[in-house]
C-alpha cells in the first residue's frame, strides 16, 4: 500500500530475520536499530530485492551488525569486515549505519566483501577435555551464599578502615572555609 515510502524507521521493534518487507521502489533511508537480526546475507539479499533505492542503511544495535554496542567480543575490524560485506552486497549506499560510504570503502568492499562474510560454527555440544560437564564457575570474591542469583541474600560486614578524606586528591583544593 506504501509504494511512495521513501523513508521507514522500525528501530526497537523486536524485528528478527522473518522480517519481509513489500516491494518498495522508493525508499531511501531504512534504519532497524537495536532489533533481532542475526542473519545479515538473508537481510541484505532481501533489501537487495525488495528497495533498490537505498541509501541509507542502520543495523546498529543487532547481532547482525558486530560492533562493540552488541557483543564486548566484537573490535573495529569485525565491524570494518561487516561494512565491507554490507556494501559488497548493496553498493548503492552511501551511509551505513553513523557513517558515510567512502570511495576506498566501496573499492575495498567490490575487490573484497564476497569473502567478509561472518561465519559462525555450528553449536554442537562439544565434550571438555576431562569429559566432565560441570565446569567449576569462575572465581567471585563474593562469598558462596550470594553467588546464586535465585538464593541471593544481602551480605553485610563492617569495615575495618575508616575514611576522613585528609589524603584524598580531590580535596587537596578545597579549604575548610569553602565548604
Do not use: W
Not at 98 to 117: D, N, P, W, Y
Not at 132 to 139: A, C, F, K, Q, T
Request: aromatic share 8%; glycine share 6%; net charge negative.
Amino acid at each position: 500500500m506504501f509504494t511512495e515510502l521513501e523513508e521507514l524507521v522500525v528501530d526497537n521493534n523486536l524485528l528478527g530475520n522473518d522480517l519481509q518487507l513489500p516491494r518498495l521502489p522508493k525508499l531511501h533511508t531504512l534504519t532497524l536499530n537495536k532489533n533481532q537480526l542475526t542473519d545479515i546475507e538473508a537481510l541484505l539479499e532481501h533489501l537487495a530485492d525488495v528497495t533498490p533505492s537505498l541509501e541509507y542503511l542502520s543495523l546498529l544495535g543487532n547481532e547482525a551488525c558486530p560492533n562493540q554496542l552488541v557483543s564486548l567480543d566484537k573490535d573495529d575490524d569485525d565491524y570494518q569486515r561487516y561494512r565491507y560485506f554490507v556494501l559488497y552486497k548493496l553498493p548503492q549506499l552511501k551511509f551505513l549505519d553513523s557513517r558515510k560510504v567512502t570511495k576506498k570503502e566501496l573499492m575495498e568492499a567490490q575487490a573484497r566483501g564476497a569473502f567478509m562474510k561472518v561465519m559462525k560454527p555450528k553449536s554442537e555440544a562439544l565434550p571438555n577435555e576431562a569429559g566432565l560437564e560441570n565446569r567449576p564457575l569462575p572465581y567471585t570474591p563474593l562469598p558462596r551464599g550470594s553467588r546464586d542469583a535465585g538464593n541471593h541474600k544481602g551480605v553485610f560486614a563492617k569495615c575495618r578502615y575508616i575514611y576522613y578524606g585528609n589524603h584524598s586528591e580531590g580535596n587537596r583544593f578545597i579549604r575548610n572555609d569553602e565548604l
